[in-house]
């Protein structure tokens, strides 16, 4: 037996497999989720955006944008990975052991893979019925490798500047949502509202496919959130259920107030606060308890919902809310992991453990981010506009991108 294999965990490298194709089902998820809750009209597109995705950085994660996340810093300056594993060059079977000792470098940077795929689906919400499918295309592929695979390194890469700092992102705080939910406001801000007939009504055409999507967000999220242990252990189980936890008192939470607020007990508000829930505790998921998921969760529904009444007060179309839930609720959730991560669970301590100076780092994280992902996504935006043009015409819009674009329907009459 060779020394590779000799370090090597079975059981942690078959729930970081597992925990691989539970990420990787969240993308069709999420284009169901997204697919209901879009006209009739633009079904089959707004779900392509997502599986369009999943084959394209399914490719360039391999070929440029894992290297770029997780290859060796380059000049030291905690910016941006070198070429090292350009094609995937050195990543095998042996384990990348500044990452993850005991599991396969292939199985690591596949697992890295499923969250690089999800994250600029997220932002597609936010363009949904409106963008053409040539602008989706370039927009994508630019934004993976320029902000996203960025962004991973500083958080998550070896010597990266916000690792170094101290910077506590479980699973993707920063990195997905912040980054995804900022990018989103930015598209939607850019592009500007979609095409309003008197008539026209911006309703969920199926909420059954949005409740499906939702469930197997939360599903795929255990893996998600789990996985991110990188190991079969008692963090990953502390993980899970904090997740869980989270997710239902989110739900809750959000379909209290819109009760509340609009008379009835409405089955988006339920399944769209059990994602906000889910954002929120994934900064956190490694670092704190079922106590604080709660708290974590409760503040996530009630945030994230009056998020999305700021949103409508402010004349933004955000198509499908991505800022409100993804931008807002990994906001939150990153600046808790702050306040309540504590030492017994994942090894760090937060404001209520004895460490104020972490909210600080936090913020600071949250801070780049924003910043960040909103300049280099307006800058990509008025790129591409340059060259293709982001928007349908007028008529193209109205007709559906279902028949403009993709010369398909969803349903037939």
């Not at 394209?56 to 290859?71: Q, R």
């Not at 070429?83 to 396969?104: F, M, S």
């Not at 930015?186 to 969920?204: H, I, M, Q, T």
Request: include cysteine; glycine fraction near 14%.
């Amino acid at each position: 037996m060779n020394s590779a294999a000799s370090v090597i965990n079975t059981g942690d490298t078959a729930w970081v497999l597992t925990s691989t194709a539970l990420v990787m089902l969240m993308t069709p998820g999420l284009a169901l989720f997204y697919g209901g809750l879009v006209r009739r009209k633009n079904v089959l597109s707004t779900i392509m955006h997502s599986i369009f995705i999943l084959a394209l950085v399914s490719v360039t994660w391999v070929l440029f944008g894992f290297t770029l996340a997780f290859g060796k810093d380059v000049n030291g300056w905690g910016i941006i990975g070198g070429l090292d594993y350009i094609g995937l060059h050195g990543v095998g079977k042996e384990p990348l052991a500044q990452y993850a000792p005991n599991i396969p470098g292939s199985a690591y940077m596949a697992f890295q893979m499923m969250f690089a795929v999800i994250t600029p689906a997220l932002i597609t919400g936010a363009f949904a019925e409106r963008k053409r499918f040539k602008a989706f295309v370039l927009f994508s592929l630019l934004w993976t490798l320029l902000v996203y695979s960025p962004i991973a390194h500083w958080v998550w890469g070896e010597g990266g500047w916000l690792r170094n700092l101290g910077t506590l992102d479980f699973a993707g705080g920063t990195v997905v949502h912040i980054s995804s939910g900022v990018a989103a406001l930015v598209a939607a801000l850019v592009l500007g509202p979609r095409v309003k007939r008197e008539s026209d009504r911006f309703e969920p055409h199926d909420v059954r496919l949005t409740v499906i999507g939702a469930g197997l967000l939360w599903f795929g999220w255990f893996g998600f959130n789990g996985g991110s242990a990188l190991g079969a252990n008692g963090l990953a189980a502390n993980a899970l259920v904090v997740t869980n936890t989270a997710a239902g008192m989110a739900a809750l939470t959000w379909l209290t107030m819109s009760w509340l607020h609009k008379g009835n007990p409405s089955v988006v508000g339920a399944v769209a606060g059990g994602v906000a829930g889910l954002v929120a505790i994934t900064p956190a998921s490694g670092y704190v308890d079922a106590s604080s998921a709660i708290l974590i969760g409760f503040a996530a529904g009630a945030v994230c919902y009056g998020a999305i009444l700021l949103r409508e007060r402010l004349k933004i179309d955000d198509a499908l809310d991505v800022w409100a839930v993804h931008g807002v609720g990994g906001t939150l959730g990153a600046i808790l992991t702050g306040v309540f991560a504590v030492a017994a669970v994942g090894g760090y301590s937060g404001l209520i453990d004895g460490n104020p100076g972490q909210v600080g780092t936090q913020l600071v994280a949250v801070a780049a981010t924003w910043i960040y992902s909103g300049v280099a996504t307006f800058i990509i935006l008025k790129v591409v506009d340059r060259f293709v043009g982001l928007r349908v015409g007028q008529a193209e819009e109205e007709a559906g991108l279902d028949s403009s674009q993709h010369g398909e329907v969803a349903w037939q009459s």
